[in-house]
């Protein structure tokens, strides 16, 4: 028997999901070496609310305070065999910046030959009506370094002195646990579903542990892994545990993890870069081959706004 894979091009012979490299990966820098210099008011996100990917720039930006700075679209959460969308509907618009109808007319206007699938977050220069880039893990650095001249906030989610120790926590957290919801999820054979299924739980009991005596990953202040993070876990119980099958344990049975997730949730600011109707409805509608009904379920019940108890941990 063949089974569908939600992307056949990123499905190995043996059922694994092979995740597509980002394609565009230019960078804005500060001083404008890149050819990209950084300016108020030059370049917009094009984002979904749904995406953990696309999350996690929404959250640099904002918390590096660069919301008049960095404009914003959200697409339709709904994607269909056209791709992602701009329509007006509850928490996303059409694009006020080009018109687009549809994001892929951003990537041919930036590679006309462009032929994999079209992704967000991306980050569009309005002066060379380009896509600067489509990775998630170099916008987040990015926003993070590049635009401090129109902030005011001190932030900074990847000091100097941790790079190493966050680099490798990144990649270990990716492999196992942002992808790995993925990996479970559109597994095409019942041994990738259970090796990427265990694994990902393995990961999260060693994050458990580690959270035991830390209030964030790397301690009393949050870097960019712990929103890395945060991306995955804010979806895990509404949908990578129904809908990608990922049902050994929920994050709400994990006494750190979720006083963790409160912890991070109650942030100035993130709550509501957190859209629960967009994140439901996408996975649940979109992912047709692993959901073909369409259903969106309606739980879990969850309080994110509890006490969370971290604030003892130094
Ligand atoms: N660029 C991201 C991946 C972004 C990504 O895969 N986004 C998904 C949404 S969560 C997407 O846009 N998918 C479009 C599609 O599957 O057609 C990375 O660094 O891994």
Not at 206 to 226: H, I, K, N, P, W
Request: aromatic share 12%; charged share 25%.
């Amino acid at each position: 028997m063949t089974v569908q894979a939600q992307f056949p091009d990123e499905q190995s012979t043996a059922g694994e999901f092979l995740r597509q490299p980002d394609a565009f990966r230019r960078s804005v820098t500060a001083d404008g070496s890149s050819g990209f210099p950084a300016a108020a008011g030059r370049y917009h996100l094009y984002v979904s609310w749904a995406c953990p990917w696309a999350h996690r720039t929404i959250i640099v930006r904002k918390l590096k305070q660069l919301e008049h700075v960095i404009g914003l679209t959200a697409v339709d959460p709904i994607r269909d065999e056209r791709g992602w969308a701009f329509r007006e509907g509850p928490g996303h618009s059409h694009d006020a910046v080009n018109g687009f109808q549809f994001l892929r007319e951003a990537y041919t206007a930036t590679d006309p030959n462009y032929a994999g699938r079209v992704t967000v977050p991306v980050l569009w220069d309005t002066v060379t009506k380009q896509i600067v880039s489509n990775s998630d893990d170099d916008l987040m650095r990015m926003l993070n370094g590049e635009f401090n001249r129109w902030t005011d906030s001190p932030l900074d989610l990847y000091p100097e002195g941790l790079r190493k120790d966050i680099d490798e926590l990144n990649t270990f957290i990716y492999e196992n646990v942002n992808d790995g919801v993925y990996r479970a999820g559109f597994a095409t054979s019942q041994a990738v579903y259970e090796r990427a299924a265990r694994r990902l739980f393995q990961a999260l009991d060693q994050l458990e542990a580690r959270l035991a005596s830390r209030r964030y990953l790397f301690g009393s202040m949050f870097v960019e892994t712990d929103w890395r993070l945060f991306v995955t876990l804010v979806r895990f119980d509404a949908v990578y545990h129904g809908h990608f099958k990922c049902n050994v344990r929920r994050i709400v049975d994990y006494p750190n993890l979720f006083g963790y997730l409160r912890d991070l949730y109650q942030t100035d600011g993130i709550a509501e870069t957190v859209n629960f109707d967009h994140i439901k409805r996408h996975y649940y509608i979109t992912h047709d081959d692993i959901n073909p009904t369409g259903i969106v379920p309606i739980g879990p019940e969850q309080d994110l706004t509890g006490p969370h108890g971290r604030a003892r941990l130094a």
